[in-house]
């Protein structure tokens, strides 16, 4: 993870009402409404470390993060090794969130891996620390392009993986599809992770 505008805009942001939060979709592994991560208090990007980013963020809003947690905690104990954070296109914030997640998970005394890439796909070394973690958390970038949604594609990426979580901005609308073709590949989405609103990030 890198401190860029991406994190920048997301603490910074004013607060603003959450949307309303949509229902569960069947593929989910439990009942959970989309996690939202609204920002922590203001903080300049220049002076502060990644680690303090992740921390302020943590800090803003421990409930949330802690039933995004919870979510793949408990997909963990049902036999998912494997959870890929995905979403529609780049900049949504899925790097912070498997930060910050991977950070709760460890609180809670789990073992976790953050990789780019399914265990399947990594180098040797890689796969080995992956195989070891209790947990891998993939950050997967898009999965979704814009137009219709290829399963194909859809499945070629997620090889490797046994669930995911869903990241999108909060001022767009969720994609029903999405769940669908996870669905149709036998991947379980775990939950939603909705992050700030584009119209306020600047520059």
Do not use: Y
């Not at 999108?168 to 775990?190: F, Q, S, Y």
Request: glycine residues 6%.
């Amino acid at each position: 993870m890198t401190l860029d505008w991406l994190d920048t805009a997301f603490l910074t942001r004013q607060p603003r009402p959450n949307p309303a939060a949509p229902a569960a979709t069947p593929n989910t592994s439990q009942a959970m409404p989309p996690a939202v991560m609204p920002p922590g208090p203001r903080l300049e990007a220049s002076a502060t470390s990644e680690e303090s980013v992740v921390a302020r963020l943590l800090e803003a809003v421990p409930s949330e993060w802690g039933s995004l947690a919870a979510a793949i905690e408990s997909a963990a104990l049902a036999g998912v090794k494997v959870v890929a954070f995905t979403g529609g296109e780049r900049n949504e914030g899925r790097s912070t969130i498997v930060v910050g997640v991977a950070e709760v998970l460890r609180r809670r005394g789990r073992s976790v891996a953050i990789h780019a890439q399914a265990p399947l796909l990594l180098p040797i070394d890689e796969a080995e620390e992956a195989r070891a973690a209790e947990i891998v958390l993939v950050d997967a970038g898009p999965w979704f392009t814009t137009g219709p949604v290829r399963r194909r594609t859809v499945e070629r990426a997620a090889l490797g993986c046994d669930a995911a979580v869903l990241v999108r901005r909060a001022d767009k609308p969720p994609c029903p599809a999405w769940n669908e073709v996870l669905a149709a590949i036998g991947l379980t989405v775990i939950g939603e992770a909705l992050t700030f609103e584009t119209a306020l990030v600047s520059g």
